[in-house]
């Protein structure tokens, strides 16, 4: 179940600096249980950081997603991931291969990035608050 935000929770949302978002991020997804990253033919999207890590973005809500669904990646779709599943296979997984994630990117390209662990270990202190 995807959550209704106005464009004007939208447009504030995004103007917050990326680690105001990332507390975001984390306080919503805990509370949808789900998020939201881009998928195309060949797969979930990747992006990389200043320092050449290549990870996969992830948003707390579609219409944050939506906005990079333009130029290179027109031809992805929106992917929605349930909390549980994202916390017990994504997480790890993107560990073993040594991914980041990149958590909720705007549309200038600014975002948290973090080693999955990391974000694994806010996330369920985040759940705990919800338990």
């Excluded at 949302?13 to 195309?40: G, Q, T």
């Excluded at 958590?103 to 975002?111: A, M, W």
Aim: glycine fraction near 4%; proline fraction near 6%; charged fraction near 35%.
């Amino acid at each position: 179940m995807s959550y209704k935000i106005t464009k004007q929770e939208q447009d504030n949302v995004l103007k917050l600096d990326p680690k105001k978002r990332y507390n975001h991020f984390i306080a919503k997804v805990a509370d949808w249980e789900e998020l939201w990253s881009l998928k195309n033919d060949e797969g979930f999207v990747g992006m990389g950081d200043d320092s050449d890590n290549n990870g996969i973005p992830f948003w707390p809500h579609p219409d944050y997603a939506r906005l990079f669904i333009t130029n290179d990646w027109s031809d992805c779709k929106l992917e929605k991931i349930d909390l549980n599943d994202f916390m017990e296979k994504w997480l790890p997984g993107m560990e073993n291969d040594k991914l980041i994630v990149i958590v909720f990117p705007s549309p200038n390209l600014k975002g948290i990035t973090v080693k999955p662990f990391e974000l694994l270990s806010d996330l369920k202190e985040e759940c705990k608050k919800y338990e």
